[in-house]
């Protein structure tokens, strides 16, 4: 038999159709895999790590297409500050999801979605107000530490551009963005680390046919929701991932 991540038939099934949902969730709004896919496959998966490793994987082709087809609406200046914090919490986070216990890391993850998921509701309007720049380091760092423990860094920046991004385009193009560069951090980092593995490699593979069949789904309602309907739901997503994570 071919070295999976998956023990059974009922296993790779259910990662399938979780991922299906996921990458749609992604593709639409420009965040939502991690969040989504984390907190449903650690009720299939013994060991988180494995989870984290194969979201990881599995994100690349989608951010690869969104970050160039909305390429112009990408603003430069600020995911370069952004990611002056991003670069150091990746690793530590890194190392911390090593040698943690899952369960810890399970508990933290759900009070924290539940906590950003009830504060997104408050928030302004989008677009109406620009983060100072001295906020945008930490916003990373704390970014990047998630991202690194979880693969589920997004709330700090899904917080930031839901305040900054004049429209929906700019909104899920500047998020993937900087998701695509965490890609790029992260790789090393987790290989590093030992926790890339040829079985990852391998499962990713047998994965991905449901993984395009998402993206593609995500699409094509990203082109048709409007502006009004995309910011409701985004702060609707949230809530719900955060109790469902919690309960």
């Known amino acids: 038999m071919l070295p999976l991540i998956f023990d059974t038939w009922t296993q790779f099934l259910l990662t399938c159709g979780i991922l299906v949902i996921a990458q749609l ?3 639409l709004f420009g965040f939502g895999s ?23 994987l599995v994100n690349l082709p989608a951010e690869v297409w969104v970050t160039w087809k909305t ?5 430069w200046r600020p995911i370069a500050i952004l990611g002056i914090g991003i670069g150091i919490g990746i690793p530590v986070g890194a190392i911390i999801l ?5 369960d810890f890391i399970l508990t933290v993850l759900g009070v924290f979605l539940m906590l950003v998921g009830l504060i997104f509701l408050r928030l302004p309007a989008a677009g109406k107000y620009s983060p100072p720049v001295w906020a945008a380091p930490p916003t990373g760092l704390i970014s990047g530490l998630l991202t690194g423990l979880f693969g ?18 700019a909104f899920r193009s500047n998020l993937m963005t900087i998701f695509l560069l965490m890609t790029f951090v992260r790789v090393p980092s ?4 030992g926790m890339i593995t040829p079985k990852h490699l ?11 069949i998402g993206a593609w789904i995500g699409n094509r309602l990203h082109l048709d929701v409007s502006e009004i309907w ?3 739901l985004v702060s609707a997503l949230l809530v719900v991932l955060g109790l469902v994570q919690i309960i």
């Open 25 to 27: 969730v992604y593709v």
């Open 34 to 56: 991690g969040l989504i896919a984390v907190g449903a496959l650690a009720l299939v998966f013994p060991d988180i790590r494995d989870v984290v490793v194969l979201l990881l």
């Open 71 to 75: 390429r112009s609406e990408v603003r």
């Open 98 to 102: 090593r040698n943690s216990e899952p």
């Open 152 to 169: 589920t860094g997004g709330p700090p920046l899904i917080i930031w551009y839901h305040l900054s991004a004049p429209n929906k385009a």
């Open 190 to 193: 987790y290989a590093v680390a």
């Open 202 to 212: 391998l499962s990713m593979v047998v994965v991905m046919p449901a993984v395009f």
């Open 230 to 232: 995309f910011r409701r």
